[in-house]
């Protein structure tokens, strides 16, 4: 079966690579000069499933997305990925009242996901913190571009190359996994963009001791091999635009410094780099048919990395009429015409 994907971000890239295994022929069609281009081009991103204080349609899907991602990025090479745990700190009222909600409701094993007070948080970290945590020692970061290549290896790519009717295009299915683009084909779907942007910083003596992402609604990854950290990110909906700007690296540092003064002491600006996250209106990805052969996958938000895989996985059970890899509620959640009356 001969499957067009037309964008070449995690979402196109990551049902390549799914459909690729399962013995299909995907092509991936994208408009630009090369992979990752848009949000999916960062070159560091953290993995972390989207909590909720109640077990629901959206948080089974998370759970799946998280175990997922886990198990396959530790059998892909070269996406320089770094398990190295991530702490979501309790530093305001709402993720107080939530956090242990969700580690009660979920209820993951402790290996996975627990509730850590702030002196174990500290020790965790490698670095001092006033806030208690929910912890996943299994999150971490990977090089979201580098996994879209990686997904790729060995598929038919077409760079350069924009769709102007689905009609043209020769396969037996079509997917669009071109984010909000995707709706210069279907005008109605319910999709809008935030921007966000993304700052490198030279880490100094204090950072350098930090051993796990830190997210406190913004994120501080370890350094690197070159002694960078990436912090982010900035959220915005009213900007469609993925110039950078220097305030925004301002804003990134500012939120680190609430949370910690000390890791944001002294942090030397050396990258940035902005783009537009697609989402929906209810922040929960659009996947699934949409008449005929077309299919889509897009509305991932900033959880992308994981939300792409699970979804890939669900569209290869749709397209090849497989057993389907989620519960019928979940689907139902995820489903491209829930919002249409």
């Known amino acids: 079966m001969r499957v067009a994907i037309i964008g070449g971000g995690l979402a196109g890239c990551a049902l390549a690579y799914v459909l690729k295994r399962a013995g299909a022929e995907p092509v991936i069609y994208e408009a630009d000069d090369s992979l990752a281009c848009g949000a999916s081009g960062n070159s560091l991103g953290l993995y972390n499933p989207r909590f909720s204080a109640l077990r629901d349609a959206q948080s089974d899907f998370y759970t799946a997305a998280f175990s997922l991602a886990v198990r396959s990025f530790a059998e892909i090479s070269e996406i320089e990925w770094r398990p190295c745990g991530a ?8 993720k107080i ?4 909600q969700t580690y009660q409701n979920w209820r993951w094993e402790e290996e996975h996901l627990r509730l850590v007070n702030a002196d174990e948080a500290s020790e965790i970290a490698g670095v001092g913190l006033d806030y208690p945590a929910l912890y996943l020692p299994e999150s971490g970061t990977v090089s979201p571009e580098k996994l879209c290549h990686a997904y790729t290896r060995g598929a038919e790519i077409h760079l350069n190359t924009h769709i102007e009717a689905l009609e043209d295009i020769r396969a037996d299915k079509v997917v669009l996994a071109c984010g909000f683009a995707a709706k210069k084909f279907f005008p109605w779907l319910e ?3 935030v921007r966000g942007q993304l700052t490198e910083v030279r880490g100094t003596f204090a950072t350098e001791k930090l051993k796990a992402c830190l997210c406190y609604g913004g994120y501080m990854s370890p350094a690197n091999e070159k002694g960078v950290h990436v912090v982010g990110a ?3 909906r009213w900007l469609d635009h993925s110039k950078t700007k ?3 690296n301002d804003e990134n540092i500012a939120k680190l410094s609430a949370v910690n ?3 944001a002491r002294d942090l030397k600006v050396v990258g940035h780099r902005a783009g537009l996250r697609t989402t929906s209106r209810d922040h929960f990805p659009l996947i699934g048919a949409l ?3 077309d299919y889509i996958s897009t509305g991932h938000g900033s959880h992308g990395i994981l ?3 699970m979804g890939a996985y669900l569209l290869a059970d749709i397209i090849l009429k497989r057993p389907r890899c989620l519960s019928m509620r979940t689907i139902k959640s995820l489903d491209p015409l829930r919002f249409v009356a």
């Open 97 to 100: 009242t939530r956090f242990p």
């Open 261 to 263: 003064e000390n890791l």
């Open 191 to 193: 999709l809008r963009t």
């Open 246 to 248: 220097t305030e925004d």
């Open 87 to 94: 702490l979501h700190l309790m530093n305001d009222e709402k």
């Open 234 to 236: 900035t959220f915005q």
């Open 307 to 309: 939300s792409s895989l």
């Open 291 to 293: 008449g005929g052969r």
